[in-house]
């Protein structure tokens, strides 16, 4: 509405003083017209009546000085309509006049007059005619005729005069509806600049408005429902906040689908999980957005029997997500409810679950199998074998070896519990690896003799020192050579080595062994778990070794990053933060 309001306002003004003063301009004109011919005609009726004074021969004389008085052509009639006299034309060549308008308008009523184009003198006149009478009998008439360019001369004259105040009071008229139509739309425009601002979020006010009409009211009106309409989006901005709030730190993820059974809203904790698989899901329907038949049976199911449905779902295949589902209705206006799905995570439930029951299955496993033995040699012994000394110290060995195996398990299992329970005490100083090291290698090197495999120092004189606990560190290096000597078959080879990256040093045992299957790597580390489970119980292990080290590692703020292929060996990284642990 930039000024258009002021535009109309003015031309309207502008087209009703047009409109005004061109009907004024034609009834004016025309008056003028009727006005100036009705004077010339009077003019002319008196003129006549003086000529009808005298007698008809001695008008007949003096008709020359008669039409120069009265400035109009005068003619002399006899009562047949034969012309005796004129002022302007020779009598012989003009016509019988008795058949003239203005000639039988006088016979009948005393004075005619009549306006028609004269073919003798080839002009518009203006004819008067009043009869001459003699002892109350008609003798003849006088005729008198005016041109009307005359009249046309005098209405110039005078409309030139007319027209000259119709400019000026036009102007003035302007001026005055540009200062009208101005004042107008001052308002109308006070109230589209503050409704402008309103709407471009900018600071704003009240409309002030000096008017007493019905501008101040609709502006008092506007002032009110910007008032309220401020106050309820404060009120739905704290209620957004609240929910936005309690959506952003509850973990489970919220997703709203609107009557159309497309994605309305997501709150941020679903839309970090599903981000990296599945992208923006807003505005698609929910098998668009996580192709996922089960999910989508699960609504369908909702729509069809309106009442809360809950399930259990995997979501994405390169990384699946366990999620558990719950569906409701969320109540509105009629015809606007709409439906939530709230998503919680369990995937990390159902993997600790999985290890849960793994790690009781393994440890019922792992202390059955030497108890069983302890308790079968000693059932040997006690049915007799004793008296065979013999067979009775070989018993004794076997029982031994089992029971150090179970005191080994409970012990890496102590190990382990107190860890993750902050129960052991670490001693932080700056240690340098490579001297750790050395003093690791002997306990080692004799296991790796026997079975001929070559252990490789690589390991740079300098390195930077890191903050650490020298036993524990011991305890990490000492589980990681014992199992790459352990796994490695005779004759092969143990490295060692260390470089700086990325803020860590980090320390690389890589061996020559068999190496573990891609799909296995990820699971070092979990308690019991073993790659060949029959090999490394042979081999006197737990399956906790690497676990420990695990626990350790992120105890000093490091990780453990293991890379393995099949046929080429294991290379276990162990990275070591420059500035110590968090």
């Not at 409704?195 to 979020?201: G, H, I, K, S």
């Amino acid at each position: 509405m930039k000024r258009s309001l002021f535009l109309k306002i003015f031309f309207s003004y502008l087209a009703i003083i047009f409109c005004s003063f061109l009907v004024l301009n034609i009834f004016i004109k025309d008056e003028i017209r009727k006005v100036m011919t009705g004077k010339i005609e009077s003019e002319l009726l008196t003129d006549a009546e003086l000529i009808d004074l005298g007698s008809a021969r001695a008008m007949s004389d003096q008709l020359r000085q008669i039409s120069k008085i009265s400035g109009a052509r005068v003619t002399l009639v006899d009562a047949q309509g034969r012309v005796f006299a004129d002022s302007e034309k020779d009598i012989a060549q003009l016509e019988n006049h008795f058949n003239r308008p203005e000639i039988q308008e006088a016979r009948l009523k005393g004075k005619g007059q009549s306006t028609r184009f004269s073919q003798s003198l080839g002009v518009e006149m203006l004819y008067v005619a009043i009869p001459i009478k003699n002892r109350g009998q008609v003798a003849g008439y006088v005729r008198l005729a005016r041109p009307l360019h005359d009249v046309q001369n005098m209405i110039d004259k005078v409309y030139q005069s007319i027209f000259l105040t119709i400019i000026i009071v036009s102007t003035l008229s302007l001026i005055f509806a540009l200062f009208i139509s101005y004042k107008l739309a001052q308002p109308i425009r006070m109230m589209e600049q503050f409704t402008e601002r309103l709407r471009q979020r900018e600071p704003q006010g009240s409309i002030l408005l000096t008017t007493s009409d019905e501008t101040k009211t609709l502006a008092d009106n506007i002032n009110y429902l910007v008032e309220e309409l401020q106050s309820k989006i404060r009120l739905a901005n704290e209620e957004k906040s609240k929910l936005m709030t309690a959506l952003t730190s509850i973990n489970e993820g919220v997703l709203i689908l609107n009557t159309d059974g497309k994605i309305e809203f997501v709150s941020p904790s679903l839309a970090n999980i599903v981000a990296e698989q599945f992208g923006d899901v807003g505005g698609m329907t929910l098998m668009e957005a996580f192709r996922n038949v089960e999910l989508q049976r699960m609504y369908q199911r909702f729509k069809q029997f309106p009442d809360m449905v809950a399930g259990e779902i995997t979501l994405g295949s390169l990384d699946p997500v366990i999620m558990s589902v719950s569906i409701s209705e969320v109540h509105g206006y009629p015809g606007e409810e709409k439906d939530m799905i709230v998503f919680h995570d369990v995937t990390r439930l159902k993997k600790l679950e999985r290890i849960r029951t793994d790690f009781v299955a393994n440890v019922t496993h792992e202390i059955r199998t030497p108890l069983t033995a302890i308790i079968g040699y000693l059932e040997t012994l006690q049915t007799g074998a004793l008296e065979n000394t013999e067979d009775a110290r070989r018993f004794i060995d076997i029982i031994l070896k089992q029971a150090q195996r179970l005191n080994r398990l409970v012990e890496d299992l102590m190990t382990i519990s107190k860890i993750e329970l902050g129960e052991i005490h670490f001693r932080f100083e700056d240690v340098l690896l490579p001297d750790v090291i050395a003093s690791v290698l002997p306990l080692v090197e004799a296991k790796a003799q026997a079975k001929k495999i070559r252990i490789e120092n690589l390991l740079p004189e300098k390195t930077q020192p890191v903050s650490a606990d020298r036993d524990r560190l011991s305890q990490v290096f000492v589980n990681v050579l014992d199992n790459a000597i352990k796994f490695t078959p005779e004759g092969g080879r143990v490295m060692l080595g260390a470089e700086e990256k990325e803020g860590y040093v980090v320390v690389t045992i890589e061996d020559t062994g068999a190496g573990i299957p891609r799909e296995e790597i990820q699971r070092l580390g979990e308690r019991f778990y073993r790659v060949d489970k029959t090999r490394s119980r042979e081999l006197g292990g737990t399956g906790l070794g690497l676990s420990i080290v695990k626990h350790l590692m992120l105890a000093h703020g490091g990780k453990m990053e293991i890379e393995s292929q099949l046929g080429r060996g294991t290379t276990v990284s162990l990275c070591f933060p420059l500035n110590g642990p968090a």
